[in-house]
């Protein structure tokens, strides 16, 4: 079997206590003292045994990894199931599957064998461009394996944290009935799992975007949302607003409009993260949960969705700073913790487009978020410049969240330059008024 190796679980049997023991027997041999050369070379001999037990138990077994989900969304639930597979003629000691997950993610089993779980730090360090995530290290033991048996290992995976996972491939292992060495192989491939934000309910996402026919804005700089598309006689529920006076005067009863909210082909949704002032470097070194900004996050991705739903062409743009993943090793061990998570800043523009595809790529982006920095001022302008040349017939929703994470707090030099930062306006109704498009709608999601 391809990747298989063979480790040394002790120090009393690694490569260079072998050689030692080697180059010590043909001392023996120069000195002629038999009895210490017959000791080693009976040491030898089992270190060779064990080794080559533990390498041919090891190319005997087949190990299987179903594929499992690549997106979820948070606080949901994936199964993953890998089967292990005795194909040798002799039972097998000491052997199992074991895997590394990111911290994020909790796992569960029902299985009879026995899972234990150990914290890793990451190896990588942070910086102000990267981000060392903390692991997991699962380790599933089967004692004994009878000779052409398998078991199956079923476990459940939770997301509780939006975001994007590496999930390195897993390995099963097999040892000698000593314990002096550890054979491995890996079992299938790496994957990305990619866990979206929470979205909110239809019922919650029309109470946000005051969907209400009765309801209606008439903001400076914004075209009326609705439009009269006829009258009814009036009832107690029927805002005073709505009433239609030229009709009521001319039926002698109270008449009120019927109104219907204006949809449009094209819809755009702009999501701004930018922060007046930022620390000079990192303060973050792992993830965390910032609820305010997974709601402007939820949002944001509710509102793409829904007028998707609507058959609208939907373009997305954000400056929100992303993660993602790189690798150091091609081929790690079961317990290597080199991946790390690097922070890039791009302006993220996608296109006007429908269908299933674009709402996936609209999730995997809000999915791929930074939650430990924000945009830079930089940033907001070149999003504006993209928002200005959207089309004249484009519904725009502007999202503004400019709150920075919690922990920007606990740094003195930060709230100093904070403070002495000029408070920002800068999307003035004269700003919004000026562009191409008159169906704007901007959200201050900052509590």
Not at 416 to 435: E, G, I, V, W
Request: with cysteine; charged share 20%.
């Amino acid at each position: 079997m391809k990747n298989t190796r063979v480790l040394s679980t002790t120090p009393a049997a690694s490569l260079a206590v072998r050689l030692l023991a080697a180059a010590a027997a043909l001392v023996t041999v120069y000195y002629r003292m038999p009895l210490p050369f017959l000791l080693l070379i009976l040491l030898l001999s089992y270190l060779m045994w064990s080794y080559y037990w533990t390498l041919m138990s090891c190319r005997s077994t087949t190990g299987t990894s179903l594929a499992a989900q690549e997106s979820i969304f948070a606080g949901e639930t994936l199964t993953r199931e890998f089967k292990f597979v005795n194909g040798w003629l002799f039972p097998l000691v000491r052997c199992g599957i074991s895997f590394l997950l990111p911290a994020g993610l909790t796992c569960t089993g029902d299985t009879p064998q026995t899972m234990t779980r150990e914290s890793k730090s990451g190896d990588v360090p942070a910086t102000t461009f990267q981000l060392a995530p903390a692991w997991n290290y699962y380790t599933v033991h089967y004692v004994w394996l009878p000779e052409k048996k398998e078991f199956t290992v079923r476990l459940q995976i939770q997301a509780g944290l939006r975001g994007i996972y590496y999930l390195p491939p897993p390995h099963l292992f097999v040892g000698d009935p000593s314990g002096l060495f550890r054979g491995l192989n890996q079992v299938g491939r790496e994957q990305y799992l990619y866990v979206f934000p929470r979205l909110k309910s239809t019922g919650e996402l029309h109470k946000a975007l005051d969907f209400q026919e009765n309801n209606r804005e008439d903001n400076f700089g914004l075209e009326d949302r609705y439009q009269a598309q006829g009258v009814r006689d009036y009832q107690l529920a029927d805002s005073p607003k709505s009433i239609n006076w030229y009709a009521t005067a001319r039926a002698n009863s109270l008449k009120s409009n019927i109104y219907q909210r204006k949809d449009s082909q094209f819809c755009l949704v702009a999501l701004d993260l930018c922060v007046p002032v930022q620390p000079a470097y990192a303060l973050d070194a792992a993830r965390f949960e910032d609820p305010n900004l997974e709601e402007a996050i939820s949002l944001a991705a509710g509102i793409a969705l829904f007028h998707l739903e609507q058959g609208a062409m939907t373009a997305f743009y954000t400056n929100a700073p992303l993660l993602q993943w790189k690798k150091k090793k091609d081929n790690p061990l079961p317990d290597d913790t080199s991946a790390y998570m690097n922070r890039v800043r791009p302006i993220t523009t996608l296109d006007f487009a429908g269908g299933t595809s674009q709402a996936q790529s609209i999730l995997k982006i809000c999915a791929a978020i930074d939650e430990t920095s924000r945009a830079y001022p930089e940033a907001r302008d070149k999003l504006w410049e993209k928002i200005q040349a959207a089309p004249a017939n484009t519904l725009i929703y502007l999202l503004r969240y400019h709150d920075p994470p919690a922990s920007w707090e606990n740094d003195e030099e930060y709230k100093t330059k904070r403070d002495n930062a000029a408070p920002a306006q800068f999307y003035s109704q004269q700003r919004l008024a000026d562009l191409a498009s008159s169906r704007v709608r901007l959200f201050n999601l900052s509590p």
